[in-house]
């Protein structure tokens, strides 16, 4: 299994970033998808979350409203959409496989995951 992230790059207060997850070595659209993060010191907080079809998301209240998972299983991609990113956003941004079909989200309780992408803070 390998899951490799991109996309994380500087951008400006209330700026936009999309960030990209390549999956290989298992059937994809077989697994719930999540986007977790872990900023400088704190612990790993849960961002959102796709089932295996893309028809159910879930969302951190931190980003509802800002962040958007997708995920493109043609591809064998998932994708987070932020915008209007703030400094509390920065972090290291990690995209997991969940067990099943369904989305989860507890950290703990995803089975595969990335190295991650750094967003840095935006300035």
């Known amino acids: 299994v390998q899951l490799q992230e991109s996309g994380g790059e500087s951008v400006r207060p209330g700026g936009s970033l999309k960030l990209s997850c390549k999956a290989s070595?298992?059937?994809?659209?077989?697994?719930?998808m999540g986007w977790i993060r872990q900023a400088p010191g704190k612990e790993l907080e849960w961002v959102a979350a796709?089932?295996?079809?893309?028809?159910?998301?879930e969302y951190g209240d931190s980003v509802k409203g800002r962040f958007t998972i997708s995920r493109d299983n043609g591809k064998n991609t998932l994708y987070l959409q932020m915008n209007v990113l703030k400094p509390e956003d920065t972090a290291k941004y990690f995209c997991a496989t969940a067990p099943s079909h369904w989305v989860i989200v507890e950290p703990d309780e995803y089975v595969f995951w990335g190295q991650g992408t750094q967003v840095p803070s935006p300035h």
């Open positions: 070595g298992f059937t994809f659209d077989d697994f719930a």
């Open positions: 796709i089932n295996w079809d893309g028809s159910v998301t």
